[in-house]
């Protein structure tokens, strides 16, 4: 199953996707978010019989994040070996993780607005795991399927400047305003297999990222039983499970994002989002 939202900004409606139609299930769920899946609402809406709700085409209305203000966006760092090298990091011996503020979490196809004075925003295509039930202090890693919903597409934009070199932690450089496109939609982790994925950027027409699920240094059991030992995970948790080589921060000199370019991210298996970016001071002065 796929669920998605859809609508204009802040008044998203939570529907299915069945091929190219949307239905509407918001007569059966309030939306999808961490308080309705807690009340059962993916189990509601597989169970119901959902030939009499409303339809429309998917493309017909813009797609919101697909779920509603997740609690928390967790990051896994330096999880492909070839990424790790083109960073001239060493290899994490435990997952890296660090938190993104949930609040920089928009729509698949939204604007990515470059912050003042940026001059190294950098894409990172991700496949991304979304909680379905709480998740605290799992046994092992064979337990974490259980405990995730499904998967969709994560575009971890992140600020090279502010989360390198002005110290601390890297949250600095990955929580700017829209910073974190999402989706279009999550596919439920009963119908595709997520350890064998092409994932892929492109950047104006040119292809960046080019890799697979299957070269990810800590597998996604892994991860979700790891950060269950740290943190509770709550239904729809979004969990960044790492980006591959051909960021912009690997080239020599690097190349990063300015504002008129166009970021395509996708996913073999989910889909494809595509987000232009957009300089902070055009916002102002339009
Ligand atoms: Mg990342």
Known sequence: MRIARMGAIGSERPVVIEGDEAIFVDSLIKDWSRQELEQGAFDRIKKANLSTLPRTPVNSYRLGSPINRPTKVICVGLNYLKHIAETGAETPKEPVIFMKAPDCVVGPDDDIVIPPGSTATDYEVELAIVIGKRALYLENPEQ????????????????????????????????????????????????????????????????????NTDDLLFGINHIVWYISQFMELFPGDIINTGTPFGVGLGFKPPVYLHGGQVVRTGIEGIGEITSKTIDHKHLLNP
């Open 144 to 211: 974490s399927p259980d405990y995730i919903l499904g998967y969709t597409i994560s575009q971890d934009v992140s600020e090279r400047h502010w989360q390198i070199e002005r110290s601390g932690q890297w949250v600095k450089g990955k929580s700017f305003p829209t910073f974190n496109p999402i989706g279009p939609s999550i596919v439920t982790g009963d119908s595709i297999n997520p350890h064998n994925l092409r994932l892929w950027c492109e950047v104006d027409g040119v292809i960046k990222q080019d890799s």
